[in-house]
């Protein structure tokens, strides 16, 4: 059974920065497998934050250029560092993954299908 914990959520003033980890829980994680994360406002619909797999790695609009996803195969840890974060970047942040060792479609929007490993959250709060 596989598990994502994520952690490294918090509040921030705008402009700071932060870290979020997410550990898988199967050693080793499939290495080609789609994984990344997206994210959830009060009252609004997911939004998909950045996805990678072992041939590309892809952000959203919102975020590119300020958050960077990385992987550690060695540690089965995925990091999104936050960089510039601003006001309307509040939100839950979930990590998800593919349930099969399949690289991500739709130029990694695929991480926010329903039926994907995800964890519980990590909440950051940008205050302006």
């Known amino acids: 059974h596989v598990q994502l914990v994520e952690s490294g959520g918090g509040p921030v003033p705008a402009g700071g920065s932060l870290t979020l980890s997410c550990e898988i829980s199967?050693?080793?994680?499939?290495?080609?497998?789609?994984v990344g994360w997206f994210r959830q406002a009060p009252g609004k619909e997911r939004e998909w934050v950045a996805a990678?797999?072992?041939?590309?790695?892809w952000y959203a609009g919102s975020v590119r250029g300020r958050f960077t996803l990385s992987k550690d195969n060695a540690a089965n840890t995925l990091y999104l560092l936050m960089n510039s974060l601003k006001p309307e970047d509040t939100a839950m942040y979930f990590c998800a993954a593919h349930r099969s060792n399949t690289l991500c479609s739709g130029n990694g929007r695929s991480i926010l299908y329903r039926d994907n490993h995800r964890g519980q959250g990590t909440q950051v709060t940008v205050s302006s």
């Open positions: 199967t050693y080793p994680y499939r290495l080609r497998a789609c």
């Open positions: 990678l797999d072992e041939e590309d790695t």
